[in-house]
C-alpha cells in the first residue's frame, strides 16, 4: 500500500477533507465538488461532543486530511486556539464557517 501511495504523482489525492456535522448548504457545496473531490471527503456527525476535541486532535496529527470544516460553536474557544496550533503544526487546514467573535479589552489582556 505504501509503494502504491508513493507512485502517485499527485499526493494530494491521499487527503481526506473531513466535514463535521454539515448542515443543508454545506451538502450542497460538498455535491458541488468535482467527483474526485467527493470521493475524498468525510462527514462525521458525532454523537458525544465532549469527545470531539480529542477526536479532531488524533485526526490532525494522523496526517490524513488536507482540510476540517466546522462550526466555532462546537468547539470550545481554549480547544479552537490548541485545535489551529495543532493543525499549523500537521500542515491540515481548519476551514471555520463561523467567525471569531471580536476581542474586548479584557480578553486582549489576558492574552498580554
Do not use: F
Not at 40 to 60: D, G, S, T
Amino acid at each position: 500500500m505504501n509503494a502504491l501511495l508513493k507512485s502517485d504523482t499527485q499526493p494530494s489525492n491521499h487527503y481526506w477533507m473531513l466535514w463535521i456535522s454539515p448542515n443543508a448548504s454545506q451538502m450542497q457545496q460538498i455535491k458541488q465538488l468535482s467527483t474526485d473531490e467527493q470521493q475524498r471527503v468525510l462527514m462525521l456527525h458525532p454523537k458525544k461532543p465532549e469527545q470531539l476535541c480529542n477526536a479532531l486532535e488524533i485526526a490532525i496529527t494522523s496526517g490524513n486530511y488536507l482540510s476540517i470544516t466546522l462550526d466555532r460553536a462546537i468547539i470550545p474557544a481554549r480547544q479552537q486556539q490548541t485545535l489551529e496550533l495543532l493543525a499549523l503544526r500537521n500542515h491540515t487546514h481548519i476551514n471555520w464557517l463561523t467567525r471569531r467573535p471580536a476581542m474586548n479589552s479584557a480578553s486582549q489582556l489576558t492574552l498580554i
